[in-house]
């Protein structure tokens, strides 16, 4: 058991970082007096009190971690912060626990899946929690903690390894992770202030300006009002959402590189964003003929205003909407949901298996078809000019299968548990892809309020699978992973 103190020891700390982060609410309710004040009291001393206790018991028990600690560390943090985070909404709204914990898991994995009702009536910090913990959840706890464990004796790198997105695991920006961890962060806290100050010229308020800039930045999908962008129906403030959906969607490797470079040819030397963009605008084409055909909207500029924000916010797995895309012909909104599943770069906020591994996937199978024709030539897969090694092929393939198979056996659960199948099969691709939205009963005009606890711990285990990339996770499930 005492292998497992140094691990146990950095949650402590993670825990005790973590409490920090509740003043901000903690402080906005005692401020506007929203009577939510003894909820984030109590919700501060737990997790205080539970990371200094825990980093107390296991203090003595210091040691670089491995890369074993580092996927246990990251599954148990991720898992286990959600209990803290849930507190305020367990004691202060009308909701279980079950609710509770979904509504934290769904905003620390950045999904925007809400168990809630009435958001428009909610205390003011509990609306700035969800979109604070939302927005800590898109670029990762975890690459926090790196900027700063190691100045505590607790070194980075597996941690960061563990979390990151396989195709960006051997890409060093610095040599130091720490370093890398704090220029990431950096852009991040840069691009979200700019998108609030955006929002801000554009009509929001300030307080929804800043909890928007939150929601959008991480690709999150959470709102201050039930409907969503539909709230403002502004063609300006959706065309500031569009925007920023799509840097949030690119690499933030790229965006660092770009930044400390001061070379925008950074971006043109990514390989994942040229296919990040065409696919999207060609969807946005493609769409908005197919509902301008079928007469969706009077006019052309309003059928492709409401294809492109909603189009885009569900490729990239941001979550708003500002129309009630479920009653699109049936096509259009299921192919937004094929699209969540790939479009996001690798190293964004977005969710599903990333373009980088789509790519890869496409090249993979073009070589396979030549090889039926030529067996005996060579046709080595390129990205940006650069040969994949086999082993990373053999990886995204992997990765490939398994996503398959967890959504066809999340699909199946979910239909087992008495879900018409459209909402089942698009709950498990929403809260897989940590999108947010579905179709039925999950869609733009509904909520996951509607679905039953054993429903809601199916799709809580989805988030956080998607996450935490299935492997990171499927990794700490297997009896080899806990043996000797």
């Known amino acids: 058991m005492e292998r497992y103190f140094p691990v146990l020891r950095a949650l402590g700390l993670l825990l005790t970082l973590f409490s920090l982060t509740l003043l901000v609410p903690l402080a906005t309710a005692h401020l506007l007096d929203d009577g939510a004040k003894s909820a984030y009291d109590l919700a501060f001393l737990v997790t205080l009190g539970s990371g200094l206790a825990l980093w107390f018991v296991t203090y003595r028990f210091k040691r670089e971690l491995n890369v ?62 969800r979109h604070l913990i939302i927005w800590l959840g898109g670029m990762g706890l975890i690459v926090l903690a790196v900027a700063i464990l190691p100045m505590l004796g607790i070194g980075g790198r597996q941690m960061f390894k563990a979390e990151t997105p396989s195709p960006m695991k051997d890409t060093k920006l610095t040599p130091r992770i720490a370093q890398t961890a704090k220029g990431l962060w950096l852009i991040y806290v840069g691009i979200t202030s700019t998108c609030a100050l955006a929002y801000h010229w554009a009509g929001m308020s300030g307080f ?3 909890c928007h800039a939150f929601s959008t930045v991480s690709l999150g999908g959470f709102s201050t009002h039930d409907q969503s962008f539909a ?153 940006g000019g650069h ?8 990886a995204v393939l992997a ?20 879900l018409e199948i459209i909402t089942a099969f698009s709950a498990a691709v929403a809260s897989l892809n940590n999108t947010g939205p579905g179709l039925g009963q999950v869609g733009p005009a509904g909520s996951y309020a509607m679905l039953n606890d054993f429903q809601l711990w199916v799709c809580t285990f989805a988030m956080l699978l998607g996450r935490l990339e299935i492997f990171t996770l499927l990794v700490v499930l297997t009896p080899a992973f806990w043996r000797k």
Not at 408 to 415: A, E, H, K, P
Request: aromatic share 18%; glycine share 4%.
């Open 387 to 394: 040969s994949v090694p086999q082993n990373m092929l053999f």
């Open 68 to 129: 074993r600690d580092g996927f246990l560390l990251v599954v148990l943090a991720w898992s286990v912060l959600p209990l803290f985070a849930a507190i305020p909404f367990y004691t202060q709204l009308d909701i279980n626990f079950t609710r509770a914990y979904f509504e934290a898991a769904s905003g620390l994995t950045a999904t925007g899946a809400s168990a809630l009702s009435h958001i428009d009536a909610l205390p003011t910090s509990i609306n700035l929690w």
């Open 231 to 383: 709230y403002w129906n502004s063609p300006l403030v959706e065309g500031i959402a569009i925007f920023f959906m799509l840097i949030a969607g690119m690499n933030f490797s790229t965006h660092y590189i770009a930044v400390l470079n001061r070379d925008a040819r950074a971006y043109l030397r990514d390989p994942e964003i040229l296919w990040f963009l065409v696919v999207l605008f060609a969807s946005v084409l493609f769409i908005t003929f197919y509902l301008w055909g079928f007469h969706a909207y009077d006019t052309s500029t309003h059928t492709l205003r409401y294809t492109a924000f909603n189009l885009i916010s569900i490729a990239t797995t941001a979550g708003f909407t500002n129309i009630d895309y479920s009653l699109w012909p049936f096509f259009a909104p299921l192919w937004m949901l094929f699209l969540c599943s790939f479009v996001s770069c690798s190293g964004s906020t977005g969710g599903g298996i990333k373009m980088m591994r789509a790519v890869l996937l496409y090249k993979q199978v073009y070589r396979e078809l030549l090889r039926a024709m030529h067996p005996n030539a060579v046709h080595p897969v390129k990205l």
């Open 399 to 418: 990765f490939s299968f398994i996503y398959m198979v967890s959504l066809v056996t999340l699909t199946l659960i979910l239909s087992f548990s008495g």
């Open 208 to 210: 929804d300006a800043v």
